[in-house]
């Protein structure tokens, strides 16, 4: 949904109880400086697990007899104490964040956590229990922990969990597909790497500048009681950087953040491969699955400091062509959360809010959420992406559904105990947990909006555009606690006039009702300017849980949407 | 071992680290404490659980160069352990040209922030305080969701140059949503206190229910200027926002709302309305808060803002040191000042006006005028004549508390919201700029 500064949430995934009993290490926050990243999340960044030094971060993993060794304690004990399902998911979590500014490296953290989490049903109620002690006897008490707490739940229960069926798949084994291991590259390469991002920057016009990489590696081991011992090994990647200048005289400043995805991708990404840029009009670049770090840096030096005496924006009616780096998080906010089946029935109604998106509106089959022209697919397969991986936390293979087909809602995300709501005897497999400790629960898969299928670059969108705005990047968003009125700001905007790019401006952000914007939506561009953006720590549930998501899309024109200006005198 | 350990029992394992050191200079936290919640949603629990944590983290130093170790186990090997870890960490660490050495022995106040009934709370008291909560919705047809968090705690610093502080606190939130059957109006309840027998779930759940309510059938006013009361729950992150903002660093890089044209900060100028004071005071017996910040500094009784003029900001030790001021650390909760009406008593005084529950997914829009976006929602109402006439659709706002701050009306009484001391404000030209459907 959003992370505000306590990142607050925890699961609630059914319309049964679930208990989330931990013995664990509290979850810590690093608070941040940079200027970009503090707007997105609230300031702070979470950090799971023990502080160590870089090289434990290679210790090799536990060889996955052991792990099935122990596995079995936990479905064995499980199921003596009367368990009808147990899965047990051993979790080996690790982070590498990097914090500069100007010349100075601020902070480097290496963490990692490990420990069990096991999740019963028994007498048709969830529990959990978790633990760090991944020994034989640790992990047969925690399970009769899990068993005893879901028995003590069931007494308050008000119908049984109701989970749809999951064969089980068997050994197997997942990774993502990376080049580059991140956590094999060498510190000073990676410092070496924001220096020289911080140096550019400096030197093209920036007065003060901030510069982050973040790296996580996931080893999950899951096991379940309907026969799946699952290995994979999850890799993601950040670099992002906040650039300012300021013009002391006229008393001004102006921000302009990195436009880069995370991904996930290993070291790879940070190539800067010059096939993996897309050219758009003013010399500006997208970047596709490489991103050229230094270079992003050096432009954004120089359109921060043209931001200075940008024009301010007169208020009204724009056609917009938003940039994919941008309306990915507009995808995020105004389809992603909102289609969310647990939002829908009011599990989060105390914290996210409930959705606009009603079953009885996806029942009459016929609501227009958007044009013919919008499709919309949740996804867990697509390369590259934060939310790919080859099984879900609850075991479920992963695959890729229609929410949105021709304009019209079709379907939800949703996990095993809820698909059968929508009468379906599948999970859709977007199962998630963010740590051994914390239970598993709906999250969101990739949600992306489908290109267009006729060829059509940027510069011929904006060829047809009389009077409209060119927006890119990330800036202020903001949406209801229904999803239906939102407003979202950029970094970078250009004013179109009668089809050319004219000036940049400032102050701009555009303001909208969801049905109404993905409604006027009239054109987008081919395959070949489709990429992604991504949230890296999209925070959901109370008490708080991250996870990482992206969101493809090529350029896309919305007609007539309502700009307003920004600029105050205070 | 105990979770909540004793300043004794803390200082002898932080002395037992600090024997171990081989570095420059070596600083120790050590922090423990048990959190318990429980969530419901659809008038049934369906999160509960409690976490315990004990962990302690060592900082090792040479010259410029320092590195952090944690753990969680305190036998006397895992502690040195932990300490060679940190002095390695160190060693192969970047200089930070910005390091400040450590503090020397520091006097810190006696916050009371402890109370032994919080630190009771069991998993009995937290369903009880849910069901009490659930029970008189269920009953009216109404449909709750709520979160109930508490946390008894302690934290202890000590480092090689003879500083040790200890802090026993405990703390407890809870906030409700209670919206109608139809989804048609939605009501909202929050509380935090040190001391949960002031908390009343009941009473706090029967606010948002009366608020679900006589939000039904809400009517849609134009967007524009309006004149608002906002309740303690709707003006805190506006307030907490800005008070984040106080930083001196930023303002002196020209890159704040307190940086001036031509260079220099407005430190000393009147930024607000004069009956405008925030204060902190870590003493407050409604909002008592650590007697130290993290790096050490103590936290004392500090003025912020005195009758509209700015008269401290917030600075780093580096920065304070580079410019030869006193490092004021952020502080933990704030006070603003208010008047003795009651809410009631400022809808009474109101001729026409909006009355706000709270405002939602709040974010910056410009930092440079601390311009804010977000909505209103669970309980809009339109106050006509000292009367409360009608529930209306949520708005979209974008309004700067600089701004607001300037067009102050009136002030009720303070009440603790978030961690802080905050009036009820009675805001006029407050700026609606869009309509919500959102219930």
Same mark, same amino acid.
């Given at each position: ?38 707007a997105?999340?609230?300031a ?39 368990? &009808? ?36 049903i ?16 640790g ?35 997942w ?14 390469e990676?410092?070496?790497? *924001?220096?020289?991002? +911080? ?12 510069? +982050? ?12 009681? %309907? ?24 008393g ?7 436009? $880069? ?9 940070? %190539? ?17 699955? $490489?991103? %050229? ?12 400091k043209?931001?200075? &005496? ?9 056609? *917009?062509?938003? %940039? ?22 009011g ?11 009603? *079953? ?26 934060l ?27 949703a996990?095993?105990?809820?698909v059968?709501?929508?009468?379906e005897?599948? $999970? ?29 670059s ?46 940049? *401006? ?37 008490? $708080? ?26 | ?10 200082k ?7 024997? #171990? ?8 936290? /050590? ?17 509960? @659980? ?5 962990? /302690? ?57 402890f ?14 305080a849910? #069901? ?9 047809? /109404? ?9 008894? @705690? ?10 040790? @502080? ?5 703390s ?34 029967e ?21 608002v ?27 704040? #709302? ?30 008592p808060?650590?007697? #130290?910040s993290?790096?050490?500094?103590p936290?004392? =009784? ?5 009758? @509209? ?96 701050? =300037? ?33």
């Open positions: 949904m959003c992370c505000r500064h306590r990142l607050a949430y925890l699961a609630t995934t059914s319309q049964q109880t679930k208990t989330n009993h931990i013995i664990m290490n509290r979850r810590d926050f690093i608070q941040l400086s940079g200027m970009g990243i503090g997105m999340l609230g702070s960044v979470p950090v799971l697990g023990n502080i160590v030094p870089a090289e434990a971060l290679l210790d090799p993993k536990i060889d996955p007899v052991t792990k099935k060794r122990l596995a079995d304690v936990a479905l064995n004990a499980a199921k003596a104490r009367g368990a &009808t399902y147990t899965d047990v998911r051993i979790g080996r979590y690790m982070q590498q964040y990097l914090f500069t500014r100007e010349t100075k490296v601020q902070n480097i953290v290496n963490a990692e956590s490990y420990g069990v989490g096991i999740r019963v028994a007498n048709g109620t969830w529990g959990f229990a978790a633990t760090s002690d991944v020994t034989t006897q992990i047969a008490k925690c399970a009769e922990t899990a068993v005893a707490i879901a028995k003590a739940n069931a007494k308050i229960q008000k119908e049984p969990v109701n989970l749809a069926p999951q064969k089980g798949v068997g050994e197997v084994v990774n993502t597909p990376i080049k580059r291991n991140a956590f094999e590259v060498p510190v000073q990676k410092i070496d790497l *924001l220096m020289k991002v +911080n140096s550019e920057a400096m030197k093209n016009g920036a007065g003060f500048v901030t510069s +982050n990489l973040f790296f996580v590696n996931e080893q999950k081991y899951f096991a379940s009681s %309907d026969g799946s011992y699952i290995d994979q090994d999850i890799h993601r990647i950040w670099p992002t950087f906040t650039v300012t200048a300021v013009d002391k005289q006229a001004k400043f102006k921000t302009r953040d990195a436009i $880069s995805s995370p991904m996930g991708m290993g070291y790879e990404y940070l %190539d800067g491969l010059a096939s993996e840029k897309i050219a758009a009009p003013n010399g500006l670049v997208g970047y596709r699955n $490489s991103y %050229d770090m230094v270079e992003d840096a050096i432009m954004a030096a120089k359109q921060a043209e931001k200075l &005496t940008a024009k301010t924006v007169p208020a009204g009616k724009y056609d *917009l062509v938003l %940039d994919p780096n941008h309306l990915g998080l507009t995808i995020h906010e105004s389809v992603g959360h909102p289609t969310e089946l647990d939002r829908v029935l599990y989060e109604a105390n914290y996210a809010g409930t959705s606009f998106a009603t *079953l009885d509106k996806w029942q009459t089959k016929a609501f227009n959420y958007g044009s013919k022209l919008v499709n919309i697919v949740a996804d867990k397969t697509q390369p590259h992406c939310g790919t991986v080859g099984y879900d936390d609850e075991g479920v293979p992963c695959k890729e559904w229609n929410l949105i087909k021709d304009g019209v809602l079709v379907n939800y995300q996990i095993r105990d809820q059968g709501i929508l009468g005897k599948e $999970s859709h497999g977007c199962c998630y947990a963010d740590n051994w400790n914390s239970v598993q629960f709906q999250r969101m898969p990739n949600v992306s909006l489908q290109p267009g299928k006729e060829k059509l940027v510069f011929d969108m904006i060829k047809g555009v009389e009077k409209g705005i060119y927006i890119i990047g990330r800036g202020s968003y903001s949406i209801d606690q229904q999803r239906y009125n939102f407003q979202f700001g950029g970094q970078l905007f250009y004013e179109i006039k009668n089809g050319e790019l004219t000036s940049m *401006l400032d102050d701009v952000a555009y303001q909208s009702n969801t049905q109404e914007f993905w409604n006027s939506c009239v054109q987008i561009c081919d395959k070949d300017d489709y990429r992604t953006f991504g949230s890296f720590f999209d925070g959901k549930g109370q008490p $708080s849980q991250v996870s990482a998501v992206s969101h493809g899309s090529a350029t896309t024109r919305f007609n007539g949407v309502n700009v307003i200006n920004t600029g105050r005198k205070i | 071992m105990a979770i909540i350990l004793s300043k004794e029992e803390a002898k394992i932080i002395d037992k680290v600090l024997s #171990f050191s081989k570095a420059d200079e070596m600083s120790v936290s /050590l922090s423990g404490g048990r959190t318990g919640n429980i969530r419901y949603a659809r008038n049934s629990v369906s999160t509960s @659980g409690e976490s315990y944590n004990l962990s /302690l983290a060592v900082t090792a130093v040479y010259g410029k160069r320092s590195g952090t170790a944690t753990i969680n186990e305190f036998d006397e090997q895992s502690l040195e352990k932990t300490v060679r870890r940190a002095e390695e960490i160190a060693k192969l660490a970047p200089e930070n040209p910005e390091y400040m050495p450590l503090l020397g022995p520091q006097k810190y106040l006696e916050t009371p922030s109370n032994e009934s919080t630190a009771k709370i069991d998993p009995e008291f937290r369903a009880n849910a #069901f009490n909560s659930l029970d008189p919705c269920a009953k009216k047809n /109404l449909t709750a969701a709520g979160y109930l968090e508490d946390t008894t @705690g302690f934290s202890a610093i000590g480092n090689s140059k003879g500083l040790f @502080g200890y802090n026993k606190y405990t407890v939130d809870f906030s409700v949503t209670v919206r109608t059957a139809d989804g048609t109006g939605s009501g909202y309840g929050i509380k935090d206190f040190n001391d949960v027998s002031k908390l009343n779930t009941k009473a706090t759940t606010i948002a229910m009366q608020k679900a309510m006589a939000s039904m059938g809400a009517k849609a006013l134009e967007p524009g200027k309006y004149t009361i906002l309740e303690p729950a709707a003006s805190i992150d506006l307030l907490q926002n800005m008070m984040r903002n106080m930083d001196a660093r930023n303002a002196d890089e020209g890159r704040s #709302f307190l940086s001036k044209k031509g260079g220099g900060i407005r430190l000393g100028e009147k930024l607000f309305d004069e009956r405008v004071t925030i204060y902190s005071d870590p003493m407050n017996g409604e909002i808060g650590s007697p #130290f993290g790096d050490g500094r936290q004392e =009784n500090i003025t912020w803002v005195d009758k @509209g003029v700015v008269k401290n900001l917030t600075y780093s030790r580096y920065w304070a040191d580079k410019k030869g001021v006193p490092a004021t650390p952020p502080p933990s909760g704030f006070i603003m000042l208010g008047g003795t009406e009651s809410l009631a008593d400022l809808i009474k005084g109101t001729e026409k006006g909006i009355l706000v529950t709270r405002f939602w997914y709040i974010r910056s829009v410009d930092p440079q005028t601390l311009l804010y976006t977000g909505l209103t929602r669970d309980g809009t109402f339109y106050i006509e004549k000292g009367q409360i006439k009608y529930p209306i659709k949520n708005f979209r706002f974008n309004e700067s508390p600089v701004i607001m701050l =300037n067009n102050l009306e009136a002030m009720g009484t303070p009440m603790r919201i978030g961690g802080c001391l905050v009036p009820p404000l009675k805001i006029r030209d407050f700026t609606f700029s869009s309509l919500s459907d959102a219930v």
